[in-house]
């Protein structure tokens, strides 16, 4: 019981900020938003190792952490770009089957695919190409929607690499690797604001607003990462990918998203896909 919680909590914090933090961008700059709350993050996990006191890495654990930071940089980059004309509701499905490039790579290097596993890379790419027909609409709003399920699939295979270097980089303990790829992400994300020239600076009584959806994020791994400890992996695993769920619900009952009956079947098809993916 106290891993499925665990878990349950695991998808909350990941559902809930991916549900804000797109909405903070559209009021502060998204940079901003995006590198104050991975700041937070990556403070917290460099505190943690330090009190730890736990040995160093090797430089295999250290590169996997510095990738898999580069992957979820370019995976956040993408997703609040989508999001900032998109529809949550569509965003976060397609974000999520990122699980597939794990798989894949496994297979690739000598893993044998079940039936389940196949199943969901089925369903998890038809469900994609369903959630972005968009049925009616001027063609303007056409083009749209395929700009937002574009970029929403290349942050999905940015955040496949995130879920691909994040387990070998945290063999020698889980805030190492967390450490090492909040790293790598503000590095990249602070480079390229800079070379963008976009602001940096927000008021001071923003700053806790701008760091929430980071907190949420570094909260639902810690969770994730205690789940792991309690209960048995396969079932913890599929409780947390369940997040997508809650920002799809928050998007409908807050935001009033509306899907057509296509998107909404694209929808249940993408998230049954990534669940299977984690079986």
Sequence with gaps: MT?????????????????????????????????????VAFAVSAIVVVAHGSDAPGLTQVGAGLLAGAGNAGGLALFYSAAATGPLSIITPIG???????????????????????????????????????????AEEAADMRRTVLLSALSAVCFGVFLWGISPASEDGVFWGVMFSRLSL??????????????????????????????????GTLLYAAATQEGLLSVVSVIATLFPVVTVTLALLLLHERLS???????????????????
């Design 3 to 39: 891993a499925i919680l665990l878990a349950l909590g695991t998808a909350l914090c990941y559902g809930v900020s991916n549900f804000i933090g797109p909405l903070i961008s559209r009021e502060l700059p998204t940079m901003t938003v995006i590198i104050a709350g991975q700041t």
């Design 96 to 138: 999520a089957t990122g699980a597939i490039v794990p798989v894949l790579v496994g297979i690739a290097t000598g893993d044998r695919l079940g039936a389940l596993g196949a199943l969901g890379i089925v369903l998890a790419i038809g469900g994609v190409a369903l959630a972005g027909r968009r049925v009616g609409g001027t």
């Design 186 to 219: 503000l590095t990249l994300l602070v480079g390229g604001a800079l070379l963008t020239r976009q602001a940096l600076v927000v008021p001071a009584s923003d700053v806790p607003k701008v760091a929430l959806p980071g907190v949420l994020l570094f909260s």
């Design 261 to 279: 009956r296509v998107q909404w079947a694209g929808v249940a098809a993408a998230l049954t896909g990534v669940v299977l993916l984690s079986v």
